[in-house]
């Protein structure tokens, strides 16, 4: 058969046809918001290469955790910003630090009503930026690293969280993660793996945000975003360590990788829309260049379509919002 008897234009005749056969659909529930807390502040405060993205005081995060379990998003991923900094990045593993007091916030404010996740990385609490401990000449001492996300991991579960981030791309993270978690009694606590995390250069403004010290970049940890092969191996290892849900991080240049790692592994996929990418969209919508909500939607959905069941965004709250409305 050919033209005239096959007319796929018939699918697409009004909204309502559209929405029947659409293939690929975004859901709140599916939907994480990354949200930072800055110890010492007393209103929430805007960072500018982030437009609508806060530094939240302790107040005005659990004021915020309420309005995300209302818009129906499916989880919350805290970052802490301490008020100083140390070679060991000694605030992340403090019971008293703020990160581990803005999860106990949130899970006292929300309960189990969404998830409440936590990033596990030395680099928000470190002088130098980097996510691990360094040695005299100034490397990432993998091992030694290791024995501090341990005690991280358990201070953020001691603290009530219920899904912990190991993102720093330290070599058998996850696995070390997860003993001292069975080792604590935290046996209920998930590991979401940044399984894959490029050195990217779409982190910048996220840097903004956590007020980074970082100097030099990140590069004999992070990924080269040449390597797809690799990622794939880093999947295979996290898993086989115990990892309950992988990550790719970036989103957008990479739903590539993506796509190749739902296709590769049987647990949850996740992806990371990072900072760049949600900044450029808000640039271009401010000069008035694109339709800014039809294009933040149509990200989602590709990230979505490119099989990740889980996306963290910037903008989970409104488009969680908004889909509510459509749907």
């Known amino acids: 058969m050919s033209y005239p008897e096959i007319r796929p234009r018939r699918l697409r005749r009004n909204a309502a046809v559209r929405r029947l056969v659409s293939e690929t659909r975004l859901d709140p529930a599916e939907l994480v918001v990354p949200m930072f807390v800055k110890e010492g502040l007393t209103e929430p405060r805007a960072v500018a290469s982030l437009p609508g993205v806060l530094q939240?005081?302790?107040?005005?995060?659990?004021?915020?955790?309420?309005?995300a379990v209302q818009a129906g998003v499916g989880g919350i991923m805290l970052f802490g910003v301490p008020a100083t900094r140390d070679e060991s990045g000694s605030g992340g593993l403090d019971p008293d630090g703020i990160l581990n007091v803005a999860i106990r916030d949130v899970v006292a404010?929300?309960?189990?009503?969404?998830?409440v996740m936590s990033d596990l990385c030395l680099d928000e609490f470190t002088s130098h930026g980097h996510c691990g401990l360094l040695t005299p000449d100034g490397a990432v001492d993998n091992d030694a690293t290791l024995e501090a996300y341990a005690r991280m991991a358990v201070a953020q579960a001691d603290a009530g969280v219920h899904v912990v981030?190991?993102?720093?791309?330290?070599?058998?993270?996850?696995?070390?993660?997860?003993?001292?978690?069975?080792?604590?009694?935290?046996?209920e606590v998930a590991v979401l793996a940044y399984a894959v995390k490029y050195a990217s250069a779409f982190y910048g403004p996220f840097r903004d945000v956590i007020e980074s010290a970082l100097e030099g970049d990140r590069r004999t940890y992070q990924q080269d975003p040449a390597n797809l092969r690799e990622s794939l191996r880093e999947v295979e290892l996290d898993v086989a360590e115990g990892a309950d849900l992988v990550m790719v991080k970036p989103a957008l240049p990479y739903l590539d990788v993506v796509s190749a790692v739902r296709a590769a592994v049987d647990?949850?996929?996740?992806?990371?829309?990072?900072?760049?990418?949600?900044?450029m969209v808000e640039a271009a919508a401010a000069n008035g260049w694109i339709d800014r909500e039809r294009v933040m939607l149509e990200t989602l959905t590709s990230i979505r379509r490119a099989g990740a069941q889980i996306i963290l965004t910037y903008w989970a709250v409104e488009a969680a919002q908004l889909l509510r409305q459509r749907y």
């Open 267 to 279: 647990v949850p996929v996740a992806a990371y829309q990072v900072s760049g990418e949600y900044a």
């Open 109 to 115: 404010e929300v309960g189990d009503a969404t998830v």
């Open 165 to 187: 981030g190991p993102s720093g791309m330290m070599d058998g993270q996850v696995g070390v993660v997860r003993r001292a978690l069975d080792a604590a009694g935290h046996q």
């Open 56 to 67: 939240h005081s302790r107040d005005s995060l659990r004021k915020a955790a309420v309005e």
